[in-house]
């Protein structure tokens, strides 16, 4: 699919349990506890040669706790950044965060506001875009911007994803496909 008026199309991801491990409980709080899923790098490569942009969206609510800072949010990915640069040879357009305590701001995911923050900012096609997560906060997201979505979720609950699947690895064997649809 080409993207209306020169924008560009572009797959948003979630970061915690997309790009990375999850942790429960608190939040990712330096580099060295910062564990990449090993499918992710191959995801974001086939993204880019399909044509995509990449964006990852994220909510680190612990910023607006006080239990971490912005520096050291800015820090961590920085160092995904270089990371995916350095060893994998893919890029990231943007790493777009909401630091915000409580749901009262615009950008905060169930909110769209991020993903069309990154449109306006990057001059992105959301109807030609995708929105990848694994929580249906993500979908909800996503799909308020006007993108279709996947869910990444082993037992999904009711979800309004245009696709769900079940792993990161389903998801890195199944995305040119989804993304040529
Ligand atoms: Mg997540």
């Known amino acids: 699919m080409s993207a209306a008026g020169g924008k560009r199309k572009c797959v948003f991801l979630d970061r915690d349990g997309i790009v990375n491990e999850r942790t429960y409980p608190g ?75 409580c749901d009262a701001c615009s950008c905060r995911k169930p909110q769209p506001g991020m993903l069309l923050d990154a449109a306006r900012r990057h001059g992105l096609d959301l109807s030609a875009s995708w929105m990848i997560g694994d929580n249906e906060s993500d979908v909800e997201a996503g799909r308020r911007a006007g993108c279709r979505t996947v869910l990444v979720a082993e037992a999904p609950a009711d979800t309004v994803a245009t696709i769900c699947l079940p792993s990161m690895e389903e998801l890195a064997v199944r995305i040119e496909d989804i993304l040529a649809e």
């Open 27 to 101: 939040y990712i709080e330096r580099w060295e506890d910062f564990r990449m899923l090993a499918p992710f790098p191959d995801v974001l490569r086939k993204v880019r040669a399909m044509g995509y942009v990449a964006v990852i969206i994220t909510n680190q609510r612990g910023v607006g706790l006080g239990s971490m800072t912005q520096e050291a949010v800015d820090r961590i990915h920085a160092n995904l950044r270089a990371q995916l640069k350095k060893e994998h040879g893919v890029e990231l357009l943007d790493i777009i965060c909401c630091p915000h305590l």
